[in-house]
DNA sequence: ACACAGTATCTTGCAGTGCAAGGTACTAAC
DNA sequence: GTTAGTACCTTGCACTGCAAGATACTGTGT
């Protein structure tokens, strides 16, 4: 897969997920993983990046057969912004869909 | 916008666009910017990247109120290649499309 | 006891790409 | 001769995904 699409994509992804759902890392990657090909080294750092800007916060949560998991939680923050990056997605896509199709006319 | 949207998007963009007619760079940011932010500093860099790797032909056409057009044409690998990205741009955006609307199944 | 696989977290350094900023040069209009 | 528009190009930065590796816990097999 096309290791460029996915720039700044996986964070909406993430953040789409986490709406529905508390999740921790490890989990993410799998839940992604059915749709779109991604990597843990990808997922840890941007995680610590939405703790940073505010969008999730985390807790802990022993697991029975390893370490435990740390959690991560939409904030009410990380849902307006889940909110407005699906919107400007959905703009984007249809943009792209667009050119590809070769419409020339950009009133559509 | 979001810029990392665009990452290996614009490329695909570029390939369509030629697909439909030969342009030369400076048409190619105003076809485009009708739909996607895009800068000469992307362009250019991507157009010789394409040259590069044998997408496609250059040939010089003069300007009635400016310098010379460098006009980019599409090659036989150029089409091939436009096709590929087009199917795999049209993979990835139903998939990430997908995740966003929750569906877990990886099925559809 | 020991090795190994699976789960789970994290860091480091590299690679690709869009862009701001700047440079060059031609033509036409004022 | 100065400005605006067209048209090309380059440099260096910023962002982000990833391979590779480190750490550590649990359960299974020998």
Chains 1, 2 share one sequence.
């Not at 390893?66 to 959690?71: A, D, E, F, L, N």
């Not at 991560?72 to 896509?93: S, V």
Request: aromatic content about 10%; overall charge negative.
């Amino acid at each position: 897969m096309n290791i460029q699409f996915k720039k700044g994509v996986l964070e909406i992804c993430v953040l789409s997920v986490l709406a529905h759902k508390d999740c921790y890392g490890y989990e993410l990657v799998g839940e992604i993983s059915k749709r779109i090909d991604i990597s843990e080294g990808t997922i840890y750092p941007l995680l610590h990046r939405l703790k940073d800007e505010g969008y999730v916060t985390t807790y802990l949560q022993e697991s029975a057969g390893g370490p435990s998991r740390k959690y991560y939680r939409l904030t009410e923050a990380g849902r307006n912004e889940e909110h407005e990056q699906k919107e400007e997605w959905m703009r984007f896509a249809a943009s792209v869909n667009a050119l590809l199709e070769g419409k020339n006319d950009a009133a559509d």
